[in-house]
């Protein structure tokens, strides 16, 4: 595939795990390509010229940082949540000064300080990015069972574990002993930001995903969106629900949302019902934190970005809260925005 850039970039090889880019003067060549060596000599070949730079993920001891160097490029790491930003921005052709107010919602992938982050608020263009508000951080136990991220986010809630609680009854006693113990002291855990996590926790209490066979993931790694979260995100998408009247939270702490989930779970409410209060929820935080962020800024165009904006009711929903802003959506290829992000310096 060959896309039009917003501006004239010198040769810049983005690799990733799902599409690599190659940019080189307004144009951009994409593909997917399972090792970054496929990726240079099928990209070069197509545009008919060789990179001078390497774009890869931020994450320490992601291998395409050792392949660009055995490569001889230089290397200019980018911040997955920027990349993908940058990438809606590029989409619909801002230009490379502009800058957004960009919502960073998905799965997870390796933030700056270390942490997971997915539930991030920035002011960005393309030469980078100020993180200004995130959602609450919660301590997990890796993210390869919906049955722990949701324990997490109980403990986080200051929530006991009861058997009256799907993602609990999935938990072996011992399971349950060592979890507690490890997100206690800290042992073996990582701190995620992560709106998608939360849809899975959210998805588990009403019973709705299970653990996936053969799952492996691990919260520091960059993870796009790991089954569980898909799974949740699943149980928002598709505009059944609609109508919902959001759920209190204090702030950006994803504590309160749980709780109040728990509640209704408790009382019987219909998974439906629960669906469309947290999408509500996910609206009403956009706006809040859109219009605050744009009366702070002056910035009057919103980026939506991430898998968590799959759910096409929710995106509808979130650009017809903000009608004084303009609200900018879709899911080109990330490698596009880590192209242009590294292009920009």
């Avoid at 994803?254 to 209060?277: K, M």
């Amino acid at each position: 595939m060959v896309v039009a850039l917003p501006w004239e970039v010198a040769p810049t090889l983005a690799v990733g795990a799902r599409s690599s880019a190659l940019g080189a003067g307004r144009l951009a060549w994409l593909g997917s390509f399972a090792h970054p060596d496929e990726a240079l000599a099928g990209l070069a070949a197509a545009a008919g010229v060789a990179p001078e730079l390497a774009a890869v993920d931020l994450r320490p001891g992601d291998p395409a940082h050792l392949w660009a160097a055995r490569a001889g490029l230089p290397v200019r790491a980018v911040a997955r949540h920027h990349a993908l930003v940058a990438a809606t921005m590029a989409a619909h052709g801002l230009g490379p000064d502009e800058q957004v107010i960009g919502f960073a919602f998905d799965g997870g992938g390796y933030g700056p300080d270390g942490a997971t982050w997915g539930g991030e608020v920035l002011v960005a263009g393309y030469k980078g990015f100020r993180r200004v508000a995130h959602l609450g951080y919660v301590r997990c136990v890796g993210t390869d069972r919906p049955h722990r991220i949701a324990l997490a986010h109980l403990r986080h809630a200051g929530l006991p574990w009861d058997l009256d609680l799907a993602p609990v009854r999935a938990c072996s006693t011992r399971e349950r002993r060592i979890l507690a113990g490890q997100l206690d002291s800290g042992f073996g855990c990582a701190t995620t930001t992560s709106v998608g996590l939360l849809l899975t926790t959210i998805a588990a209490l009403h019973g709705r995903v299970t653990a996936p066979p053969g799952a492996g993931h691990d919260v520091r790694g960059p993870v796009a969106a790991v089954p569980g979260a898909i799974a949740g995100l699943h149980g928002l998408a598709g505009g059944r629900a609609a109508g919902g009247e959001p759920y209190p939270m204090r702030g950006l702490d994803p504590g309160a949302l749980v709780r109040a989930v728990v509640a209704d779970v408790r009382a019987g409410v219909p998974a439906q019902a629960i669906d469309a209060r947290v999408r509500a929820t996910l609206v009403a935080l956009v706006a809040d934190q859109a219009r605050r962020c744009a009366r702070e800024t002056g910035l009057d165009v919103v980026v939506l970005a991430g898998d968590v904006f799959d759910d096409p009711a929710l995106t509808v929903e979130a650009q017809g809260n903000l009608p004084d802003l303009t609200v900018l959506a879709g899911r080109p290829p990330m490698a596009l925005g880590r192209l242009l992000c590294a292009a920009a310096g």
